[in-house]
């Protein structure tokens, strides 16, 4: 049994009860949906290790491996995707499961205190099937005419977040567990996601310096056609309004 069930129930009560995002200031861009989570994380007495600008996933608990990756993104606005700044997603790292809480919050707030709209927490699986690739940051010098500039090879990912991918999930709040993982009795299964992986995987890239052009080299996948199956959960309160995977992602 996971703790993202019980993290999920935690997060729509503090919603329903109106606890609200505090920001700190104008400049607090990050850390402000974080420490939201965070109390929620307080509030159930689940040690963890503080978050840090380069720490993946952001929440790792302590006696369970487990970890918490917040995405926050203001409303009206981009939804359809979101940028990794250093780590593709995934299900497990480090020997952790990784689930992924996407919420949703006001663009434009009146002031320094704004609710969660929408919550969606997901297992990284959903986002990626891949759990074996190594993120590492690569460079080499001889670039320009005196051949000592460093060119560094720093890659950013960006991923379809779930409400591109699901209906039912914009103005919801929905849990998507792989169906192998047990959920809490009192949550109500409002639908079944099926991911197909595809035929073909780049495994390499390369950057032409004077045309400016990327090229990329696909081998096929192992694991082809294989299907991984996510069950949607809402609580019992919520409208049961149905979670589907979508034929083409919004955005795509």
């Known amino acids: 049994m996971s703790n993202a069930a019980t993290l999920f129930k935690a997060c729509v009560q503090a919603m329903d009860r109106g606890d609200l995002i505090r920001r700190e200031g104008r400049r607090d861009k990050e850390f402000h949906f974080q420490n939201w989570f965070k109390g929620r994380l307080e509030s159930l007495g689940l040690n963890f290790d503080s978050p840090g600008r380069n ?16 995405k926050g993104l203001a409303y009206p606005g981009r939804k359809a995707s979101y940028d990794c700044n250093s780590q593709p997603p995934c299900g497990e790292h480090n020997g952790r499961q990784v689930y992924y809480v996407f919420g949703r919050y006001p663009k434009k707030p ?25 993120h590492k940051n690569k460079s080499f010098r001889g670039f320009g005419s005196y051949g000592d500039i460093l060119v560094r090879d720093r890659k950013m990912y960006v991923a379809p ?84 995977l979508r034929a083409t992602p919004q955005g795509a």
Not at 55 to 70: H, Q, T
Not at 110 to 134: E, K, M, R, W
């Open 161 to 244: 977040t779930p409400y591109a991918l699901a209906k039912g999930t914009a103005h919801h709040r929905a849990l998507l567990l792989p169906e192998d993982h047990a959920a809490d009795d009192d949550l109500v299964e409002v639908g079944r996601l099926t991911r197909r992986e595809v035929d073909q995987m780049v495994v390499v890239y390369s950057f032409d310096l004077r045309t400016n052009e990327m090229t990329t080299t696909e081998v096929p996948n192992a694991n082809a056609g294989r299907e991984h199956v996510f069950v949607a959960y809402r609580v019992a309160e919520d409208q049961p309004a149905p979670v589907a």
């Open 55 to 70: 720490s993946y996933p952001d929440f790792r608990l302590v006696k369970f491996a487990e970890g918490f990756e917040l």
């Open 110 to 134: 009146d002031g320094d205190q704004y609710p969660v709209l929408d919550l969606v927490i997901c297992h990284g699986s959903f986002l990626n099937a891949d759990n074996t690739y190594v």
